[in-house]
């Protein structure tokens, strides 16, 4: 399942959501609701139209994300039991994906946790599983096993190797789902190249400070100015460790 999201990973979300499209693939992960409009509208050529995962979990307070509920190619993605219970009760039917808490910390439920008879309410779509980049092959079958023991059903996960990820589909007696974004879109630099327009010139000397973060510079030579940037998915990076 390809993920486009914030700014399609430079593409912009309307060129993955048509790409998408063009690759004949039901399913499509943007990263909240605001986005969903977005992709569906996909600029001149039409966008996507499966269904859509919305990878942030659903909360009350969001009222885009919670005027979707009603459509039936939108698919939740829950991350707290009292959530289930509050959809449950306020909007049966609706689909969702289950998020199990991972060593990420960031979003995810204990299965154990769930009202059953809430979810009995809803339209379970399966378990979702967000692996830190480095994710392993035991820590993917242990939280799925977890979740599969309470109620049957898909496990969508995310950063696996491809080798990995086939051996948990073979380990699994429900289907999967590998959720990929980076490794499909910016996967082969050679499938893409970047421009940009030079606005401004300036001479610089060893040693003179410069940037943000007062880098000195190591020689004499000359700062180019382009157009771009991280919006445009130019200079992206992940966190290093050292936070630096």
């Known amino acids: 399942m390809p993920v486009a999201k914030g700014n399609g990973y430079g593409f912009g979300l309307d060129v993955l959501a048509r790409q998408s499209g063009v690759l004949g693939l039901p399913v499509l992960a943007v990263g909240i609701a605001q986005e969903v409009a977005k992709v569906r509208a996909g600029g001149w ?100 096993a977890g979740g599969l023991a309470v109620r049957t059903g898909p496990i969508w996960v995310s950063h696996l190797s491809v080798a990995d990820y086939r051996a948990l589909s073979a380990r699994l007696d429900v289907p999967t789902h590998m959720r990929i974004g980076t490794r499909l879109w910016l996967g082969d630099r050679e499938a893409y190249r970047t421009t940009a327009t030079v606005l401004d010139v300036h001479r610089i000397a060893k040693g003179d400070r410069l940037g943000y973060h007062q880098a000195t510079a190591p020689k004499d030579g000359h700062i180019l100015i382009v157009s771009g940037g991280t919006a445009h998915g130019v200079a992206m990076a992940a966190p290093s460790r050292s936070g630096r």
């Open 45 to 144: 050529a039409g966008g996507f139209s499966g269904d859509l995962v919305v990878l942030n979990p659903w909360r009350p307070f969001d009222d885009v994300a919670t005027a979707q509920l009603a459509d039936p190619h939108v698919i939740v993605t829950v991350s707290r039991a009292e959530d289930v219970t509050a959809l449950a009760a306020a909007h049966p039917g609706t689909r969702v994906l289950l998020e199990i808490e991972t060593s990420m910390h960031r979003h995810g439920l204990t299965p154990g946790d769930v009202d059953v008879a809430a979810l009995d309410r809803l339209t379970f779509e399966g378990w979702t599983i967000h692996l830190p980049a480095d994710g392993s092959l035991a820590d993917a079958h242990r939280l799925a």
